[in-house]
């Protein structure tokens, strides 16, 4: 348990300088989920011609979850299968075909992976851009 009683014997002072310190908190959670996010995405596009996987069928595409983090930003709370089911193609010599010579597919799109790839890009790099601005002013805030 911290001591809550300040050298004089009253409250200890505000600090402003851990105050400071959060500004950096929110790009800082954005970059994090912006990463989990693209590896997400990466997965998807490895495994778009996966037609079976440890789990039985084609793979299914992974999709994060964002949501607030309380504190002005954002995280990955959750990834979750999207449950759209995928193509199916005629391909009778295919080992995963079934008793009619169909072949279930991935339901990735790789444009529309591609376009959420180009999207968490730039978040994150938004967001990094932000981290490095409110690093520099914290730094010229040290040097008054």
Known sequence: MANTIGPVGGPWPPRPVKSLLKGLGTPGAGMGA???ALDVISQ???NAETTRTPEGGPYQRQVVVL???GQGGVEAAEVVQDTRPG??????????ADA???????????NTEIVDLM??????EANATVFQAAKAMLRRALEI
Do not use: K, L, T
């Open 34 to 36: 912006m990463s989990r």
């Open 44 to 46: 998807n596009i490895a």
């Open 67 to 69: 949501q607030s983090d």
């Open 87 to 96: 193509s199916s193609e005629y391909d009778p010599a295919h080992p995963d």
């Open 100 to 110: 009619n010579g169909f072949v279930q597919r991935p339901n990735v799109d790789i």
């Open 119 to 124: 999207i968490a890009r730039r978040v994150h």
